[in-house]
């Protein structure tokens, strides 16, 4: 099993950045991929992110703005945001998964197996 917990989540001010940070516990993420989403007041939760073997790949939406990382040796994954815009308001989730799913897109949430509680990232104007 894998235990996933985001932090730096927080309040800035439109413009302004954050790294997200993931934690992975319970086994080794290295071969893992991994994946960012978020979800906003009464909305479905949304792709962003993914880092896995093939490469990095973004949502159009956050394409150019935000970078996922991932540091094996501390066994977590990062998300910087950069130009945060109020419409960035969500709680921002990490997922994982230890095999990837033929025929599952890595933009769904059904290609990944675990999940982090999210952390919460508001953006004021």
């Known amino acids: 099993q894998v235990q996933l917990v985001e932090s730096g989540g927080g309040e800035v001010q439109a413009g302004g950045s954050l790294r997200l940070s993931c934690a992975a516990s319970?086994?080794?993420?290295?071969?893992?991929?991994m994946a960012w989403f978020r979800q906003a007041p009464g909305k479905e939760r949304n792709f962003l992110a993914t880092?896995?073997?093939?490469?990095?790949y973004y949502a159009d939406s956050v394409k150019g703005r935000f970078t996922i990382s991932r540091d094996n040796a501390k066994n977590t994954v990062y998300l910087q945001m950069n130009s945060l815009q109020p419409e960035d308001t969500a709680v921002y989730y990490c997922?994982?998964?230890?095999?990837?799913?033929?025929?599952?897109?890595?933009?769904?949430?059904?290609?990944?197996?675990?999940w982090g509680q999210g952390t919460q990232v508001t953006v004021s104007s």
């Open positions: 997922a994982a998964a230890r095999l990837v799913r033929l025929g599952v897109l890595p933009s769904e949430e059904n290609a990944y197996n675990y």
């Open positions: 319970g086994r080794s993420i290295s071969t893992y991929a």
């Open positions: 880092i896995r073997s093939s490469g990095e």
